[in-house]
């Protein structure tokens, strides 16, 4: 009941924040999530016995999400400021090693939203179609691997995951592609809406794969305790965070080339 009831919420929650949201207001959800999905992150690093900065982190990473093109020319500055953290610890091996970790975290969470935002600022529903697919995709790979599945797609990640249930994900969110893309967005081909969402439900798949992964090495069950029957945010949105650069790298190249 908790997890319908939380879902409930969510789904209005996302339809607005991104067909409905003001702009800046849009931005300031974006803002949120990324804090809320990187405070998560940085728990998970905690848990793992290294250190997190994590107020420098989200001060990095607002920088990361906010900060106006060309970004590039500051990203080089973000692995200055990781390395001088790990000079603090006695231990350099935890020190460079959690200089590692914040780096990363700081990528996977603010850099796929930035994404995100770069996905909405080109047309609202190819961040839609970037985080709907996954979701077509998790209610297939969980219905397709209960009846069908047989083979263990990663069993010392998630063992209820199977190859079936992956495959059947995949199915469902090239449907879900074909149908949703050219008729929100008439320029985008059959094959180039099939080709995004089997890429981008692939990385989603791996996104939730390497989150599972991470909890597990960190002895975590969940990500968080935000979302009732759900977990934190993170456990919600890990497959997010892995689709969304994938399609707008993607689209970013189909566009290059036209």
Not at 207 to 231: F, I, N, P, V, W
């Amino acid at each position: 009941m908790k997890r319908v009831l939380t879902a409930a919420w969510l789904v209005p929650f996302g339809t607005y924040s991104i067909f409905f949201a003001p702009h800046w207001l849009f931005v300031c959800i974006v803002a949120m999530l990324a804090v809320f999905c990187y405070r998560e992150v940085s728990r998970i690093i905690a848990h793992q016995g290294l250190e997190s900065w994590s107020w420098t982190g989200y001060v990095a990473g607002i920088a990361v999400l906010l900060l106006p093109d060309p970004i590039w020319a500051v990203l080089p500055l973000l692995p200055v400021l990781a390395l001088a953290l790990g000079l603090r610890q006695a231990d350099l091996k935890i020190g460079f090693a959690s200089a590692g970790a914040f780096l990363l975290g700081i990528f996977y969470v603010f850099g796929a939203w930035r994404c995100g935002i770069g996905l909405h600022s080109i047309s609202p529903h190819w961040l839609f179609f970037g985080a709907a697919l996954n979701w077509a995709g998790d209610v297939a790979a969980y219905y397709t691997g209960r009846s069908l599945g047989k083979h263990k797609l990663a069993p010392t990640i998630s063992p209820g995951k199977t190859v079936e249930g992956a495959l059947g994900g995949v199915l469902a969110t090239t449907i879900f592609g074909c149908v949703y893309l050219p008729q929100t967005l008439p320029d985008v081909s059959l094959a180039q809406a099939a080709g995004l969402s089997i890429a981008g439900n692939i990385a989603g798949q791996l996104g939730d794969l390497c989150e599972s992964a991470m909890k597990r090495g960190a002895g975590m069950k969940d990500s968080g305790t935000m979302l009732a029957g759900h977990g934190g945010w993170l456990d919600r949105l890990d497959s997010s965070l892995f689709s969304m650069p994938v399609v707008y790298w993607a689209l970013m190249t189909i566009r290059h080339w036209r």
